[in-house]
């Protein structure tokens, strides 16, 4: 079954890897095949994650993309123990998200860290921010 998916003006979405920008109206689109794609909202660029839980998104957003995720699972596992390190009450968040993500299930992970990201903005985490760690790395 076709996933409908509709564009605001000018929005950007990436599917397997390619980033397309929607012209200046409202369209539509119908995916008929399995593909990894994000819109724009669901996007931190790296710029933006200028915090321990957007820097975890980023990382998922980019294990979520990757051809092979290897790389940056390993790298989510050490940003999410010193994540809990400094921030035990997220405890429950990391436990959804890595289950999601040892399972291969990318994209739930990447949808359970936007929680994160938002539990995080509400003020549950109120200590330093981690040290920088790129997901590209």
């Excluded at 950007?12 to 397309?20: C, E, M, T, V, W």
């Excluded at 957003?61 to 123990?81: E, K, M, N």
């Excluded at 998200?97 to 990201?117: D, F, H, N, P």
Aim: net charge negative; hydrophobic share 45%.
């Amino acid at each position: 079954m076709p996933l409908r998916l509709e564009l605001k003006p000018f929005e950007r979405l990436i599917i397997n890897g390619a980033l397309l920008r929607n012209g200046d109206r409202r369209s539509t689109f119908l995916i008929e095949t399995q593909c990894k794609f994000l819109r724009e909202s669901e996007i931190i660029t790296e710029t933006e994650a200028d915090t321990a839980c957007k820097r975890l998104h980023l990382t998922l957003t980019v294990i979520y993309l990757a051809d092979d995720p290897t790389q940056g699972i390993d790298l989510f596992f050490r940003q999410a123990t010193d994540l809990l390190g400094l921030a035990p009450a997220a405890a429950p968040h990391i436990a959804g998200i890595a289950q999601a993500v040892e399972t291969g299930a990318y994209y739930r992970a990447l949808k359970l860290s936007r929680k994160l990201v938002e539990w995080e903005a509400a003020g549950a985490v109120s200590q330093p921010d981690l040290p920088e760690t790129s997901a590209a790395s």
